[in-house]
């Protein structure tokens, strides 16, 4: 008898579905195990452990994301592509808080180098271009932006503006706004 019919990407998106439900650091071979009501044993021939499902989980939130953020971004350019762009992560942050907390799980530099994370980098990298960023003033962009959308969903998902006025819907648009202007206007680098 088939064993539930586990497979590495069924047991993946399982697992994804299930850091959605009760956070990613949550998420181990033995729930997933209970969740499928087989010994954590019978896991091990699709997946080589905890970690191992983690990351998978990672691998597939990232080109989930990704996937969105092309679509979202295609033919767009400006403020309109960095608006497009931010929306995506913060509807999929607050769609799959557990998968969003996933893309942020350090992966090693060849997975790194193999997964969608390397697509994540190339559109922001495209989009800042028509704000006419160079190197190294392009990463700092980089790292600015990831801090803001996976900062702000973070906090918001976690209800951490939900105690006071304006609505964070405003200060999501006002932070949008901040950023375009930002990167339209982006400071000079210090003379030594």
């Known amino acids: 008898m088939a064993r539930v ?3 590495a990407e069924r047991l993946t998106r399982a697992g994804a579905e299930l850091a959605d439900e009760v956070g990613f650091d949550q998420v181990t071979a033995s729930e997933l195990a209970r969740r499928f009501d087989v010994k954590v044993a019978s ?3 699709h997946v080589k452990n905890t970690h191992d499902l983690r990351t998978r989980i990672a691998l597939l939130a990232l080109e989930e994301l990704a996937d969105l953020a092309a679509d979202a971004v295609a033919g767009r ?3 309109d592509a960095l608006t497009a762009f931010a929306s995506v992560y913060r509807d999929y942050g607050r769609a799959h808080p557990g998968r969003a907390a996933a893309t942020r799980m350090r992966l090693d530099p060849e997975t790194a180098a193999a997964g969608a994370g390397v697509r994540h980098a ?3 990298r495209a989009i800042l271009r028509g704000y006419e960023l160079t190197e190294p003033d392009q990463t700092h962009a980089v790292r600015l932006l990831g801090s803001v959308f996976h ?3 973070s906090l918001e998902t976690a209800g951490g503006f939900s105690h006071s006025t304006p609505d ?3 200060s999501w648009t006002r932070i949008l706004d901040a950023l375009d202007a930002l990167l339209r206007n982006w400071p000079s680098p210090p003379t030594r």
Do not use: C
Request: proline share 0%; glycine share 16%.
């Open 43 to 45: 896991l091990y021939s």
């Open 5 to 7: 019919g586990l497979t």
């Open 168 to 170: 964070s819907e405003e």
């Open 122 to 124: 190339r559109m922001t």
């Open 151 to 153: 900062g702000f969903t």
């Open 77 to 79: 350019a400006g403020k």
